[in-house]
């Protein structure tokens, strides 16, 4: 009975339960734009973010930048939970079998279940994803402690157990590598990927771009070496990047070790590289880091420490803390537990919370055939997916910019979440609330929250805290770094490598749970410029030896098990491994998400390995549906991005003779540089582009014609030099001889008195002439009504949508900066520089994007434009472009 | 019923030299006020009654220029002064972009003034002419050829004309009722 | 009545044969069939067709350069031959307007139709706007649209001018023969012409005049759809030689389809003594010749493209010329430029079986070049972007199928209600040739 009034309790967290606005305009109304500090998981650690909302709805979200894994920057999946939380396919009702259920049917049913437990509550379990929210952490450590027969299992398809078991050789306990690029002045990444998608991305990309930046004005660049076996976005950067089959990995990684001197070193291994490697690290002494990544064996990540250790990295290029996952265990280990426990007709009550183990554990470890032994099965979560599908019950929860709760960053930070919105989904619950009713204690997520850090900070202190902490988004500092001393007997040799041609599971770079979102699933990735599903990624002379071009089907074997994926030869794969992306392939992901891809996780072996050897091939002869927005390998042949070598400078930026006289620019002349230097490919931007200007998503079919509506895209261009590719993100260039303008006939797009080229979309007629003479190509043409798609209560009002038939393009945000200029002459003053922040800009994790006023001597933008690296594209057509780069440098003498 | 005066009087032949011929015979008498009919040009018979096609060409002139010019007038007005614009960068006095439109309007102006003029000055178009109430007039469009004395010359008197008309040896000559 | 423009008069005013009617109920269906591609286009949006970023134009582009072409070509050759006068035959002279005026018919649905929005199209038309704006007048598509205009309007009144005595005649029959409702029909349409010496003598005037005129205008014409494409940044298409490109190759598409419908219709119509061997042959020897100027352009172009041109405008030609846009190019260069060569032969120039095909094939070689410009030149651009290629969807096959079905049907009632070789002009050489012969 206590768990329904519970449960009924839990249901009605009111609209008055908002967090506080910490950015309200000048004017502020109901209406108006106001932001809050929130706080979004990826992978279970958090990223702060500034959620802005207009008449109550959330409409875009923006990087905090007290928070110490934003520094006011967004990576894709921040940006992209807005569209989720406004997913019409999400969880509407509970479901008992499928079929809609009412809440209090729901109650008697738990209250049934619950006194079927018996005493000790042996028999049920609990398993969710990882998390590090204190609360829920607490909440779960009180339902073990009142229920000692229970157990807790976590589900992370993407945790890197090597690391765990790495920690524990070397340490004797789990620790978390906290590296600072910002200081470090030579990296070895050994399958790390600091600056690819994850919860720490944004912090270590904006630290490298420190450290490069530095660099460059001392005229020292840092060292980055990456050894790894798939392109990543660090070894597109990378100083040297040494593709490695996994298996030459730890021979690698000895190799380095030997050479500084590693003392308690089993063995010794070779690689040619390695002398190199070592002796930049070397000469960094203290600034020296070493970063072992998801797919190495525990022998390679215990490697990086003892290297770490002996060069005494840590307090300089690392930090080595407490992992901030609550209660760190073997993640696969946990759920084969559950599942031989689930086989063994151990388990009686299974609560989901969260979490997909059905998708998203390896298919070999039999989870959802294990699921139909469980007496009471209740999942919980935002979709009716593969997992709930399978469950007695199915619970609607509330997204996390909804709801109530907390969690930790990578760096052990906490936060508050607070909702943002009123829940969108009348019955979903809350994780806390859900957790509290099986304590039996009916508590709202936010008394859950609220008691967990009332204990923190003690009754005194609390409500000024608290209220800090919302307005902040921070509840605390990073964990405190930690110095154990280094096992002598840490050095445990790996297993013999595995033969045969070796499959590489890894997370897929567009996409975590959210197959659902279409702004991601629409995102090419960035390093194989795949949209909509994903491909195995070859190395091109194994594709070549099979015969397969871009686009092949081929069925992948491995241990008997099979899948029919597409074939995609990825320049820089390492010969003799096939990348498989997880996350795709799903069968109840909604319209959006079902059937993109293949899915790896039917392949991967029961006991979640990141390698598994022995991989077969065989093409089926057809083609794949495939969507690639890009060719695999894209030489920048036109030279679009110059490259220099450290101190060297291109010549300024002149504009040509013309035969008209310039037309006069009094005033402000707006102007964007974008460091191609610092750019990381990630796509934050153009995920913020789309977000902030109502871009419309047009689904597979129509971008594998060549429609996308992406504002900004990200060129990549390959290089055969290190670094391996630049990514040049291109917007509307802004010309001040713009080409599209005299073409058109109706004066649809034309300059304003600030330099901005405008497109008028209700002039426009649709002839798309403006297009033809954009060297740029960065025109986007309506070719269907997107309206219905986007006129939803997410969309930024201050955006008009556009009908079919209209051209759009970039506007730099003009609508920022007309509401800039009005608040500025609200409070009577000038704008300042800096003020106004395009989408992009404010999205982007290396700050590469610098807006402002040309015309003004002392703003960021001119001093960038006087730089030696500016340049502009295609400056050659006299375009007079407003957008303009600052070209790469390149390593010096690291080859 | 009294006969009603005519409108003149036509005479029918079968070539066009017998009407050129019958022409000059009849300016050459003294008529002044006649017209010819054919079923194609004649370009003798439209010399020898002194016909002249250069007020066409004229009109087209003048008209293609007067197009031209109101043309490249508007762009420039429009595009100057009553709502200027920077286009590309563009200043908005570049008067060559005017050029092409304003070529193109003008000869616009003058073909249709070609047509119109030569319309006009040949009192086209009308629904009916007296000259349609003569026999087998309807041949002129095919394969006669005819002179007609109008009534209004100085000389005219019906049975004169038709005296004079069968002196010039035609298949055939009559009067022409006036309505 | 004269026997020589009887057979003419007759195939306009008698009722249709059999082959008429399948003709007519041929490109009625082909209308029908363009009505719903445009049913099609205005409901669904221009999105029904492939195009893409960077292939903006296709189809529709494509289509209205080759229509234009074909116009331009049947208005040069009837201007030429109204202004040369006596010198040739001219029996052919009306059925070149007709073809022109077809064509451009059917060309002018494009710049409509191409839009995204084509029921804004009148916002090119300089009128007071409450918004206050004016159309761009630096456009090129202004100026085309100026061009299409003028050019409907002129070849229309070149056509017409020429028509007004043959309507006269027309008249005359059906009132002969007693159909009055008819000759009434024709009378209006002949403004009460009475075939006054005078008024032939300014007749004569404007005719030759305005056959004047269309010679700049259909060059403009031409021009301005090349300008829409040079005036551009595009590396294989900002080429000062795209205007002259346009035109020269732009001929042996008019010529062959004026040749191919002459013998078609000579044939149909039983107008083998109007359109005589010497027309036949006279216009499968400027198709020879056209052909011959087209070839003489494909070679500038290819010495201009590899060996003078140099970066982008080069990378970019070769693209056009190999690879995926190999089969254009070169389709368009054998077709429209060497196939016709086969016409200087004479025993094969006076066959039906030959000049019908070559006819066609060498305005399907036109299409194939401006295919090979409009799709081909976006092969290689500026910057490495990477272009998902253009793939022509049945909306668009539907709307070029349907615009020749108007085409033909344009031309089928030409040829049934109103004379389709100039009687007057007929008539006019009889009575000169007549005269050589009394001189001998």
């Known amino acids: 009975m206590s768990a329904s009034v519970a449960l009924a309790a839990a249901g009605c967290d009111g609209p008055e339960e908002h967090g506080h606005p910490l950015h309200a305009r000048a004017r502020g109304t109901e209406q108006e734009a106001a932001s809050y500090a929130s706080v979004l998981d990826l992978e279970g650690l958090g990223r702060g973010v500034l959620v802005r909302t207009r008449g109550g709805h959330a409409v875009k979200i923006e990087g905090n930048p007290q928070h110490p894994a934003s520094l006011g920057a967004t990576d894709i999946f921040a940006e992209a939970a807005v569209l989720s939380l406004h997913d019409p396919e999400r969880s509407q009702r509970i479901r008992h079998d499928g079929a809609p259920q009412m809440p209090r049917q729901l109650n008697a049913a738990l209250a049934a279940a619950r006194d079927a437990l018996p005493p000790d509550g042996a028999g049920l379990r609990l398993l969710t994803g990882p998390l590090a929210s204190p609360t829920l952490a607490r909440l779960i450590g009180e339902v073990l402690n009142l229920y000692p027969g229970a157990r807790w299992h976590r589900c992370d398809p993407l945790a890197d157990d090597a690391a765990l078991d790495g920690s524990l050789a070397a340490f004797g306990r789990p620790v978390a590598v906290l590296p600072d690029l910002a200081r470090a002045r030579a990296v070895l990444c050994l399958g790390a990927d600091p600056l690819g998608p994850g919860p720490a991305q944004l912090r270590q990309a904006r630290d490298w771009s420190v450290a490069r930046r530095n660099g460059r004005a001392a005229g020292a660049l840092p060292h980055l070496f990456v050894a790894e076996a798939s392109p990543s976005l660090t070894g597109a950067r990378a100083d040297r990047r040494i593709p490695l089959h996994p298996a030459e990995a730890e021979s690698f990684a000895r190799a380095v070790a030997a050479t500084l001197g590693v003392p308690g070193l089993a063995s010794s291994g070779s690689h040619a590289a390695a002398a190199g490697v070592a002796e930049a690290l070397r000469s960094a002494g203290q600034a020296g880091l070493v970063l072992a990544g998801r797919g190495q064996s525990p022998a390679v990540h215990a490697l990086a420490h003892a290297m770490n250790h002996t060069l005494g990295a840590a307090g300089t290029a690392l930090r080595l803390t407490a992992p901030p996952m609550a209660r760190p265990e073997r993640m696969t280990a946990s759920l084969a537990a559950l599942v031989a426990d689930m086989v063994a007709g151990q388990v009686t009550h299974l609560l989901i919370l969260g979490s997909n183990p059905v998708q998203e554990a390896p298919a070999a470890l039999g989870f959802a055939d294990a699921l139909r032994r469980v007496g009471v099965t209740l999942h919980a979560g935002l979709w009716f997916d593969e997992t709930a599908q399978r469950c007695h019950w199915h619970v609607p929860l509330r997204h996390p910019l909804e709801a109530w709760g907390d969690s930790r960053a990578f760096d052990g930070t906490p936060a508050i979440r607070q909702p943002v919105t009123r829940p969108l989904v009348e019955v979903a619950y809350e994780e806390a609330s859900l957790l509290s009713a099986l304590l039996g204690t009916p508590l709202t997520a936010r008394a859950a929250v609220t008691a967990t850090w009332r204990d923190v900070w003690g009754e005194e202190s609390f409500e000024s805290r608290w209220a800090e902490a919302l307005e902040t988004g921070t509840a605390g500092g990073p964990a405190p770094a930690i110095a154990p001393p280094l096992d002598p007997g840490w050095d445990r040799p790996g297993r013999p490598p595995s033969t045969g041609l070796t499959a590489i599971f890894a997370p897929d770079p567009g996409l975590r749970e959210d197959a659902q979102n279409a702004w991601l699933q629409e995102m090419p990735r960035p390093m194989t410029g795949i949209a909509w599903g994903n491909a195995a990624l070859f190395d091109p002379q194994t594709a070549e030896r099979l015969a397969l071009s871009p686009g092949d089907e081929v069925e992948l074997i491995l241990d008997g098990r099979r899948v029919l994926a597409a074939c995609w030869p990825t320049p820089g794969q390492a010969p003799g491994c096939v990348t498989l992306p997880l996350g795709g392939g799903r069968a109840a992901a909604g319209a959006v998400g079902s059937e993109r891809g293949f899915d790896a996780n039917l392949l991967r072996p029961a006991d979640g390995a990141w390698l598994a050897g022995g991989l077969e091939v065989r093409p089926t002869g057809r083609r794949a549906a495939l969507v690639a927005t890009a060719p695999p390998h894209r030489p920048d042949g036109s030279g679009a991005v110059p490259r220099l070598r450290a101190g060297e400078e291109l010549p300024p930026i002149t504009p040509q003779a013309s035969l008209h006289p310039s037309w006069p620019q009094p005033g402000r002349a707006w102007a964007m540089v974008i460091d191609v230097d610092a750019c990381i490919g990630c796509n934050a931007c153009a995920v913020a582009c789309q977000a902030e200007n109502n871009v419309p998503v047009v689904g597979p079919a129509e971008l594998a014609r060549g429609r996308g509506m992406h504002w900004l895209r990200i060129d990549r261009h390959d290089h055969p030099q290190a670094p391996a590719a630049s990514f040049q993100p291109v917007p509307c260039m802004h010309c001040e001889k713009a080409p599209c303008e005299p073409v058109c006939p109706v004066n649809a797009t034309v300059h304003d008195n600030e330099g901005l080229n405008v497109m008028v979309h209700a002039r426009c007629i649709g002839t798309r002439t403006c297009s033809n003479n954009c060297p740029y190509k960065v025109r986007r043409f309506n070719w269907n009504d997107h309206r219905p798609s986007l006129d939803t209560a997410r969309r930024n009002v201050e955006v008009p949508l556009r009908p079919r038939g209209v051209m759009e393009k970039c506007t730099y945000c003009s609508h920022r900066i007309s509401a800039a200029r009005s608040a500025a002459a609200v409070e009577g003053r000038a704008l300042r520089d800096g003020e106004i922040e395009t989408a992009c800009q404010r999205a982007c994790p290396t700050q590469a994007i610098t807006f402002g006023d040309l015309n003004a001597d002392d703003s960021a933008v001119a001093a960038q434009r006087r730089d030696g690296r500016s340049y502009a594209l295609l400056e050659h057509l006299g375009t007079r472009p407003r957008t303009t780069y600052l070209a790469p440098v390149v390593p010096g003498d690291t080859t | ?179 | 009545m004269s026997t020589s423009t009887a057979p003419v008069v007759a195939a306009a005013l008698r009722p249709g044969g059999w082959g008429f009617g399948v003709g007519i109920l041929l490109s009625l269906a082909g209308v029908a069939v363009l009505g719903a591609a445009i049913a099609a286009l205005l409901v669904l949006g221009v999105g029904v067709w492939g195009n893409n970023i960077p292939f903006v134009w296709g189809f529709d582009l494509i289509a209205y350069a080759w229509w234009i072409g074909i116009a331009n070509a049947a208005s040069l050759f009837a201007a030429v031959l109204v202004l040369r006068r006596h010198n040739l035959r001219t029996a052919v002279n009306r059925f070149a307007e007709a073809v022109a005026l077809a064509a451009v018919l059917a060309a002018a649905l494009y710049p409509i139709l191409h839009l995204g929005r084509p029921w804004l199209f009148y916002w090119t038309i300089p009128y007071p706007a409450t918004t206050g704006l004016w159309p761009q007048f630096g456009s090129p598509l202004v100026w085309d649209f100026w061009g299409i205009m003028a050019h409907v309007v002129v070849t229309s009144l070149f056509w017409f001018i020429g028509l007004i005595p043959d309507l006269a005649t027309l008249r005359d029959r059906a009132a002969t023969q007693g159909r009055r409702r008819l000759a009434r029909a024709y009378g209006l349409a002949a403004l009460g012409w009475r075939g006054s010496v005078v008024h032939w003598h300014r007749h004569q005037a404007a005719y030759r005049l305005v056959a004047a005129l269309v010679l700049p205008l259909l060059l403009s014409a031409q021009t301005v759809v090349a300008l829409e494409f040079a005036a551009t940044l595009v590396p294989a298409w900002h080429e000062a030689r795209l205007p002259v490109h346009l035109v020269v190759t732009g001929l042996p598409a008019g010529l062959g389809v004026v040749l191919a419908m002459a013998a078609v219709l000579r044939r149909a119509l039983s107008l083998e003594r109007i359109i005589d061997a010497v027309d036949m042959d006279l216009l499968a020897r400027l198709l020879a010749c056209a052909a011959l100027a087209s070839g003489a352009a494909y070679v500038h172009e290819l010495v201009n493209g590899l060996l003078i041109a140099d970066g982008a405008p080069r990378e970019a030609f070769l693209a056009r010329i190999s690879g995926a846009g190999a089969l254009s190019y070169w389709g368009a260069v054998v077709l429209g430029a060497l196939l016709p060569q086969v016409l200087w032969r004479r025993d094969l120039r006076m066959k039906d079986w030959v000049v019908i095909p070559v006819g066609m094939l060498a305005a399907a070689g036109v299409w194939l070049d401006r295919w090979s410009l409009l799709v081909g030149g976006l092969l290689r651009d500026h910057l490495p972007v990477h272009a998902v290629p253009y793939v022509p969807t049945p909306a668009e096959w539907a709307l070029l199928g349907g615009s020749a079905a108007l085409f033909a049907l344009v031309l089928l009632l030409f040829g049934r209600v109103i004379p389709v070789v100039a009687m007057f002009e007929i008539r006019h050489e009889e009575t000169e040739a007549q005269a050589l012969e009394e001189q001998r």
């Open chain 2, 1 to 179: 019923m009294s006969a009603p005066s005519p409108y003149g009087a036509i005479a029918e032949f079968g070539d066009a030299d017998r009407m050129v011929a019958a022409i000059r015979h009849a300016r050459a008498a003294g008529w002044s006020r006649m017209e010819a009919h054919a079923p194609h040009p004649v370009p003798e018979a439209a010399v020898a009654l002194g016909a002249h096609a250069a007020p066409v060409g004229w009109i087209a002139l003048a008209s293609g220029l007067a197009g031209a010019a109101i043309a490249f007038g508007t762009q420039w007005y429009l595009s100057v002064h009553d709502y200027p614009l920077n286009v590309g960068g563009r200043p908005p006095q570049a008067w060559p972009v005017f050029l092409p439109a304003a070529y193109i309007v003008g000869v616009l102006w003058a073909a249709a003034a070609a047509l119109l003029g030569m319309l006009w000055l040949n009192g086209l178009p009308r629904l009916h002419h007296p000259v349609f109430f003569a026999r087998s007039i309807h041949r002129a469009s095919q394969d006669r050829y005819f002179l007609h004395l109008l009534a209004e010359d100085p000389l005219f008197e019906p049975q004169a004309a038709l005296v004079f008309l069968h002196s010039l040896s035609p298949l055939r000559a009559s009067l022409v009722r006036a309505a």
